[in-house]
Every structure is written in structure tokens, then in C-alpha cells.
């Protein structure tokens, strides 16, 4: 079965859908938190992955909580905050409570997921060596999906305990081995690799490969609806040149 995996979605809901379109006809959605924050069109979003239900498998991120006031946004950059509070004004009640209802880990067969690590699912970045040997010790399946830092990556386990970041090649299918690995879609709805377009991945569960994609979007539909919804311009801004 071919499964196609997300994460930092953000409430753009123009690249969503541009990303389901090229995933194609799959049999499973799975989502890695940080469905809402910066953009402007977070219960839409959250309807779409509904509609994914009962294929859909979503966790929470901190996005997601600090819409919800589960956690403090003066941790969030000025901009980030205004954006969360936007969010948690404009949440439907229905939305609130399936965001509510989001787990902060799920394990599928081979496969852990998590929005930020294993140790710290909603909060950590897996981003240096350091976190990722800290996290290989506690991961009890042989792979790890995460989303947090943007970046789309694999980090294979090495030896004598080392910890090797591969920045993504789209399209071109990667065998998951007898490495463990983590493994970064990176961003549908605001890349941070330098890159704009949409970035997600295709998971072939039969075959065992992970194959990055990018998909090119319409920006700037998506930045007029941040503008008439008077979001901070650098989160509009970021999003013409994917950081
Ligand atoms: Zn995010």
C-alpha cells in the first residue's frame, strides 16, 4: 500500500490540496502535527484530513496545542504568536475538538510518529547528531517519521553510534534498510530548505521505500488570504521564498 506521509501543514490549505493531487490515488494519510498556526485557513484544513478518516492517521504538534491554549505562546516568536492567537480565535468548535482529540505519538507496524522526537514528541527539533543519537536509544521501532524543524531529510543510525543527516532528492525512492532511521517529510504549508514548493513524502509499505516529493503551488493565493486576514507579512512574506 502506498501511504502518503505530512506534516506542518499550517493551516494552507492550497498547498494541502495540491499535495493530495500529486499523491494520487493512496491508501492512507498520515499527518505529523502542526495541522494549524501561521496560515489562514486552519478548519478547512482540518475538514480535509477529516475527510481522510478512517485512512487518516494524525498526531498533534505545538502548533496545534498552542491553538488549543494547551501551551504558553510567549515561548513563540512575536509573529508566530500573533498567528496562534488568530487561530485560536478563528478555530470552529468542531475543529477544536478534533485537534483535541490528536495523540502525541502513534506506532504503525515498523514506523513511530511524532511531531517533534520521540523523547519530547511536541517539543524537541531533531536537527543535530546529538538529538538523534539521544533518540535512536529510546526509539523502539526501526524508523521514526517526524516534522518540527521543516526540513525534509533522512537520518540513518551509523555506527558506533552515530547519526547521519541526508538532506531529501525528490523523486527518487529511498530503501529503508536494516538502519534505523528518522525520517522528515518536510513542510506542506511553509518549507524552510530555501525551496517554496510543497514538500511531503510516499511511504510503499510492501516495498519498504520512502520517496520525497515537492509540489509546486499557487503562493499567492494563499498570501492573499493571509492578507485579508491581516497576518504578520513576514509569515506572507516567507512563504515566496521557502524559509
Ligand atoms: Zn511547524
Known amino acids: 500500500m502506498l501511504i502518503a506521509v505530512v506534516s506542518d501543514i499550517h493551516a494552507n490549505l492550497t498547498a494541502l490540496e495540491a499535495v493530495l493531487a500529486d499523491a494520487g490515488d493512496v491508501g492512507g494519510l498520515w499527518c505529523l502535527g502542526d495541522v494549524v498556526g501561521y496560515g489562514p485557513q486552519p478548519n478547512e484544513c482540518v475538514q480535509a484530513l477529516?475527510?481522510?478518516?478512517?485512512?487518516?492517521?494524525?498526531i498533534a504538534g505545538?502548533?496545534?496545542?498552542?491553538?488549543?491554549?494547551?501551551?504558553?505562546?510567549a515561548d513563540f516568536n512575536a509573529d508566530a504568536e500573533r498567528a496562534a492567537l488568530w487561530t485560536r480565535e478563528h478555530l470552529a468548535l468542531a475543529s477544536y475538538a478534533w485537534l483535541k482529540s490528536l495523540p502525541q505519538r502513534e506506532s504503525r507496524v515498523r514506523f513511530t510518529?511524532?511531531?517533534?522526537?520521540p523523547r519530547e514528541p511536541i517539543w524537541e527539533y531533531l536537527v543535530s547528531p546529538a538529538a538523534a543519537r539521544d533518540n535512536f536509544a529510546i526509539?523502539?521501532?526501526?524508523?521514526?517519521?517526524?516534522?518540527?524543524?521543516?526540513?525534509p531529510?533522512?537520518?540513518r543510525e551509523?555506527?558506533?553510534?552515530?547519526?547521519?543527516?541526508?538532506?531529501?532528492?525528490?523523486?527518487?525512492?529511498v530503501q529503508l534498510d536494516e538502519q534505523r532511521a528518522f525520517i522528515n517529510p518536510g513542510s506542506v504549508g511553509q518549507p524552510r530548505d530555501g525551496n517554496p514548493d510543497a514538500?511531503?513524502?510516499i511511504l510503499d509499505d510492501?516495498?519498504?521505500?520512502?520517496?520525497?516529493?515537492?509540489?509546486?503551488?499557487?503562493i499567492a493565493l494563499t498570501q492573499q488570504l493571509m492578507s485579508a486576514a491581516h497576518l504578520p507579512e513576514r509569515l506572507i512574506n516567507r512563504l515566496s521564498h521557502g524559509w
Not at 50 to 58: D, F, I, S, T
Not at 113 to 117: A, D, I, N, P, R
Open 199 to 201: 514538500s511531503y513524502l
Open 62 to 73: 505545538n502548533h496545534d496545542w498552542a491553538s488549543l491554549g494547551h501551551l504558553d505562546t
Open 158 to 173: 551509523g555506527e558506533q553510534n552515530n547519526a547521519v543527516f541526508d538532506p531529501a532528492t525528490p523523486r527518487r525512492p
Open 153 to 155: 531529510f533522512i537520518c
Open 113 to 117: 510518529l511524532v511531531h517533534g522526537t
Open 50 to 58: 477529516q475527510a481522510w478518516e478512517p485512512r487518516l492517521v494524525c
Open 139 to 151: 526509539l523502539e521501532t526501526p524508523y521514526c517519521f517526524v516534522g518540527h524543524s521543516h526540513l
Open 206 to 218: 510492501e516495498r519498504q521505500t520512502v520517496e520525497h516529493r515537492r509540489v509546486a503551488y499557487d
